[in-house]
């Protein structure tokens, strides 16, 4: 895991050193606004480009003076009537757009999962434009902790999370949805990355199936999303169309679980 570089102006963040990379003890302590004053303001002191990914999003090193962390840049923003992938599936009204990553944290604020999706503005770095979000430091991604064979520590906590990442990938109908795009930190806290390739149009779950039980706090978040306060929070990264899908799936997801509960029980459905 390579380190978000932090520095007080009173104290040095203990780091060990590891395999050739650095480990950084913890992160900074701030709320979403100061995270977002940071990211819209601090100077950007360095760039790589990142490998994986269909879109290879840049890593930035940006500091404000006191507070040294790094962020991911998405620039992609790529819309086509038409594209025919290699698999061979066809996609109408293709759209790759950074500002889908700033609406899914908006949306997930919403719905009470503020704290598994990733603080994302929006800003213009080396002539673009794009979706910053706050680097969230991994120890691995689903992928490599299944190629690993790690069992989590709690597998009942673990399961809790990855009920509600089904919840709302099903919710955003993303058509990018990986293991590579869940990163796991080292308290085995699950975040939600890269959302570039959700917020479709369809009026269907993309895998109902996926649906087997649910937060009830996260539930009654979503009977209570209201069309107009999430297109006002997500404006200008989410058209009407594409806040009316969402309802529209939201529907379909509370009906969902509205029948699990009449066939199971809520106790076997809703923790």
């Given at each position: 895991?390579?380190?978000?570089?932090?520095?007080?102006?009173?104290?040095?963040?203990?780091?060990?050193?590891?395999?050739?990379?650095?480990?950084?003890?913890?992160?900074?302590?701030?709320?979403?606004?100061?995270?977002?004053?940071?990211?819209?303001?601090?100077?950007?002191?360095?760039?790589?480009?990142?490998?994986?990914?269909?879109?290879?999003?840049?890593?930035?090193?940006?500091?404000?003076?006191?507070?040294?962390?790094?962020?991911?840049?998405?620039?992609?923003?790529?819309?086509?009537?038409?594209?025919?992938?290699?698999s061979g599936r066809t996609e109408m009204n293709f759209v790759d757009?950074?500002h889908y990553n700033i609406a899914a944290y908006e949306l997930a604020?919403?719905?009470?999962?503020?704290?598994?999706?990733?603080?994302?503005?929006?800003?213009?770095?080396?002539?673009?434009?794009?979706?910053?979000?706050?680097w969230i430091p991994k120890k691995w991604d689903e992928e490599q902790?299944?190629?690993?064979?790690?069992?989590?520590?709690?597998?009942?906590?673990?399961?809790?999370?990855?009920?509600?990442?089904?919840?709302?990938?099903?919710?955003?109908?993303?058509?990018?949805?990986?293991?590579?795009?869940?990163?796991?930190?080292?308290?085995?806290?699950?975040?939600?990355?890269?959302?570039?390739?959700?917020?479709?149009?369809?009026?269907?779950?993309?895998?109902?199936?996926?649906?087997?039980?649910?937060?009830?706090?996260?539930?009654?978040?979503?009977?209570?999303?209201?069309?107009?306060?999430?297109?006002?929070?997500?404006?200008?990264?989410?058209?009407?169309?594409?806040?009316?899908?969402?309802?529209?799936?939201?529907?379909?997801?509370?009906?969902?679980?509205?029948?699990?509960?009449?066939?199971?029980?809520?106790?076997?459905?809703?923790?």
């Amino acid at each position: 895991m390579i380190c978000h570089r932090r520095t007080f102006v009173f104290a040095a963040a203990v780091c060990l050193a590891a395999a050739g990379l650095v480990l950084c003890s913890d992160e900074p302590k701030l709320t979403e606004e100061q995270m977002k004053e940071f990211l819209l303001t601090a100077k950007v002191v360095g760039s790589k480009q990142l490998g994986q990914g269909k879109t290879h999003p840049w890593r930035l090193t940006l500091t404000d003076g006191t507070l040294t962390h790094d962020a991911a840049f998405q620039p992609v923003d790529e819309r086509k009537p038409f594209v025919k992938f290699g698999s061979g599936r066809t996609e109408m009204n293709f759209v790759d757009s950074y500002h889908y990553n700033i609406a899914a944290y908006e949306l997930a604020k919403l719905i009470g999962l503020g704290d598994m999706v990733p603080v994302a503005v929006e800003r213009k770095w080396n002539g673009q434009r794009g979706a910053l979000a706050w680097w969230i430091p991994k120890k691995w991604d689903e992928e490599q902790r299944r190629k690993a064979n790690a069992p989590p520590p709690d597998l009942i906590a673990w399961n809790n999370q990855m009920y509600k990442v089904r919840v709302f990938s099903q919710l955003v109908y993303d058509t990018d949805r990986n293991l590579g795009n869940l990163l796991i930190t080292e308290d085995w806290k699950l975040w939600m990355i890269d959302f570039t390739r959700a917020f479709r149009l369809y009026d269907k779950l993309e895998t109902p199936g996926d649906l087997q039980r649910c937060d009830r706090q996260l539930l009654e978040k979503l009977r209570q999303l209201d069309g107009k306060e999430l297109y006002e929070k997500a404006r200008p990264h989410l058209t009407k169309s594409e806040v009316k899908a969402v309802l529209t799936r939201r529907d379909k997801i509370v009906a969902l679980f509205q029948q699990l509960v009449a066939e199971k029980g809520e106790g076997a459905v809703l923790y």
